[in-house]
């Protein structure tokens, strides 16, 4: 059955995709025993004779075989596609469980479905989690930001694990208790949609640079990379100079080559409505998610350029002051980033009033300081402000952020 079939494991993982065998390795490396199963069974195959090989990882045939070697309360993580492909997984597992049991679903699940299978499996007698992973391929391997939520009970019997295996900063976990039912999904998405509005906020800056201050690549890559080192030092600015600078096989600079149309999986979709529905203006993140719909009628886009081909400006309308242009758009950039993000914790306060989750929205910014898209030298003030008052009702009536928005106008 596996390398190591005499062991008991103390966590399963379900899915052998990128992210649940980059989990899994994560597991193994911080002293984890972990048995896995993917349905299909070649898979598990080749994951214990290539990436798992010689580690202390169990490969399990069938569930049966996989509710065996676990320790007890039996610690499943599911890594397979969100929807239907969860419940069926739950179902199938079901059988072979038993009281206590805890159940973790690790994918991009809406929150409601996350409350119901709580609220389903609470009446079996099992246990659920609903745990949002940010930080792609890369963050699941060596690090990501964590938001479990779901049954408090199960907590204790994970903490050791998801702890060990998050992204870390200042030798702090990116890792803690949400909340409970769909609280850590719910995060998860809120979190998705700040990415959205910080991605779209580098794009308008992007193109300011280009056409108002006719920068070249090469230039704006030095203008992000200064932006780098003060109050918007984030992954997200890094990797745009590392973009911005990026040459193909022929040296040319790739991004203008690159087809200017946005896709998305939905979480950022899913944020905007849910600001509708509880009367949130999450009017950053809702235009960001509106930008990706635009820029994906390409098509539509490219007849209309035909016949409105808009303003085209000779060097004489291009700003004289470049310096003075590219300080102006890093303060309006830095600036609507504090506003998306404001808005993104109202959005946060409205579900946990309205659930009485008991967010600790100091320890959600924390979480999301390192593994995740969105970690930055910012999510550190945003813990500080909630540490300092809990009971804050909006970012901007902090004083670090009402100091940072005033010299920015």
């Not at 059955?1 to 649940?20: F, N, P, Y």
């Not at 202390?56 to 969100?82: D, F, N, Q, W, Y």
């Not at 964590?146 to 702090?172: C, H, R, T």
């Not at 959205?196 to 006719?214: H, N, P």
Request: with cysteine; aromatic share 8%.
């Amino acid at each position: 059955m596996s390398v190591c079939q005499k062991e008991t494991a103390d966590i399963a993982v379900i899915g052998l995709a990128v992210m649940g065998q980059n989990l899994i390795l994560n597991m193994l490396e911080k002293g984890f025993v972990v048995c896995v199963y993917n349905r299909t069974i070649s898979k598990v195959d080749d994951f214990i004779a290539n990436e798992g090989k010689g580690l202390r990882v169990i490969g399990a045939h069938c569930l049966s075989e996989l509710a065996v070697v676990l320790k007890k309360p039996r610690r499943i993580m599911v890594m397979v596609k969100a929807g239907q492909p969860v419940d069926a997984m739950i179902s199938n597992i079901l059988p072979f469980l038993e009281k206590d049991d805890i159940i973790i679903d690790g994918g991009n699940s809406e929150y409601t479905d996350t409350s119901r299978r709580c609220t389903e499996l609470k009446e079996k007698g099992i246990r659920f989690v609903g745990c949002g992973v940010s930080g792609g391929e890369e963050g699941a391997r060596h690090g990501p930001s964590l938001m479990p939520g779901g049954s408090p009970e199960a907590w204790p019997y994970i903490k050791d694990i998801f702890q060990a295996i998050a992204a870390k900063v200042d030798n702090e976990s990116c890792c803690d208790w949400v909340g409970e039912n769909g609280a850590g999904h719910f995060v998860k998405m809120v979190h998705n949609g700040i990415e959205y509005g910080d991605m779209q906020l580098i794009a308008e800056a992007y193109s300011l640079l280009k056409d108002g201050a006719d920068l070249t690549h090469d230039e704006m890559a030095e203008v992000f990379a200064e932006w780098n080192k003060g109050p918007l030092d984030s992954y997200l600015i890094e990797i745009t100079s590392h973009i911005l600078k990026f040459k193909d096989e022929n040296k040319q600079t790739l991004l203008p080559n690159i087809r200017d149309a946005a896709g998305q999986k939905g979480t950022g979709k899913w944020t905007g409505i849910v600001a509708l529905n509880y009367g949130v203006p999450l009017t950053l993140i809702g235009e960001a998610v509106f930008a990706r719909c635009l820029s994906s009628l390409k098509d539509d886009r490219v007849a209309a350029a035909k016949v409105l081909p808009g303003p085209n400006p000779d060097k004489a309308g291009i700003v004289g002051d470049r310096r003075a242009f590219c300080e102006h758009i890093r303060k309006a950039l830095y600036a609507s980033k504090i506003i998306s993000y404001a808005q993104g914790f109202m959005l946060l306060a409205e579900a946990n009033r309205v659930f009485n989750w008991n967010l600790n929205f100091g320890a959600i910014a924390l979480m999301w300081r390192g593994g995740c898209i969105i970690r930055s030298r910012f999510l550190g003030e945003i813990k500080k402000a909630f540490d300092t008052n809990p009971r804050l009702s909006n970012l901007l009536m902090d004083t670090f952020f009402l100091n940072a928005i005033k010299k920015c106008q």
